[in-house]
Each structure stands twice: as structure tokens, then as C-alpha cells.
């Protein structure tokens, strides 16, 4: 099985600013781990400040990859472009934030992505995204 992990804006910051909310690990070593555990599947990372390049990497997904793991950041709560895609395409999505999001500011509490998405894991820390990769292995 082939899975994408796609991170959206300011992601590329985890482990090195606000500890307090995001952990103290970088995602590359964390996803490091996720390819251990995770060895029968094939694993992939990209991760972009764009929202069109998120756009991009997700009609770019369909049809490469059995399902894609995305933590669409801050675009989670403005993007109708990233909500129409995953409506678009058929590569299931499964929606993943490191914090409880319903927990934060009123604005953090909407999602476009939801509606499209296969399921959503919210509030675990970084374990959110291993929850969201075991939820494709049946
Ligand atoms: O909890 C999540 O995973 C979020 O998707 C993270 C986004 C935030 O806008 C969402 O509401 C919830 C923010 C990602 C920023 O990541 C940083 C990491 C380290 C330092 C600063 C920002």
C-alpha cells in the first residue's frame, strides 16, 4: 500500500518553535519512525507553504498513492481550493491535526476539509498521523 503524507504551512517548523502546543520533533525524524513501524508500507513525505502546490500534490496523488494523510494546517480553515480537490479526486483523505483544534480559537474550529475527507484525526500529538496511516490498513 502507498501512502502520502502531505503537510501544509509552517509545518516545516515542528520541533524547533512552540513546543508547548506542537511537540519538540522535527517531522522528518518522526516520520523516520513512521517508515520503521510502518516497513510493509511504502511511505511518502512532502510538505509545502503553497496551497496551490498542496492542490497540486493532491490531483497529483490520484491514482499514485492508496491514500493520503493530510494536515492541511492553517490552509485547513481557509481553503476552499484544497476542499474542492479532495472532492475532485478519488484518492481517499484522511484529515490529521497534531492539536485538538475544537479546543483552540473559534476560527481553528471550521474545516474545509472535513466534509471531503475519509475521516479525521484530531488532538494526539504527532500520533495523529500513525492513527490516520493504521486507519488505511484494514
Ligand atoms: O494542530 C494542527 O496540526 C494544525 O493543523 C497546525 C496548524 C494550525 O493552523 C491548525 O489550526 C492546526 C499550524 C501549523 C504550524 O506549525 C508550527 C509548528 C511549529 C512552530 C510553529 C508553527
Not at 474550529?109 to 471531503?116: E, G, R, V
Request: aromatic letters at 10%; glycine letters at 8%.
Amino acid at each position: 500500500m502507498k501512502l502520502l503524507v502531505l503537510n501544509g504551512p509552517n509545518l516545516n517548523l515542528l520541533g524547533t518553535r512552540e513546543p508547548g502546543i506542537y511537540g519538540s520533533q522535527t517531522f522528518e525524524d518522526y516520520f523516520k519512525e513512521l517508515k520503521l513501524k510502518f516497513s510493509d508500507l511504502t511511505l511518502s513525505y512532502q510538505q509545502s507553504n503553497h496551497e496551490g502546490e498542496l492542490v497540486t500534490a493532491l490531483q497529483q496523488a490520484d491514482g499514485v498513492y492508496d491514500g493520503v494523510v493530510l494536515n492541511a494546517a492553517a490552509y485547513t480553515h481557509t481553503s476552499v481550493a484544497i476542499g474542492d480537490v479532495i472532492k475532485a479526486v478519488g484518492v481517499p483523505v484522511v484529515e490529521v491535526h497534531i492539536s485538538n483544534t475544537f479546543a483552540r480559537e473559534a476560527f481553528r474550529h471550521n474545516s474545509y476539509i472535513s466534509p471531503n475527507a475519509k475521516g479525521v484525526i484530531l488532538g494526539f500529538g504527532l500520533q495523529s498521523y500513525d492513527l490516520a496511516i493504521q486507519s488505511f490498513v484494514k
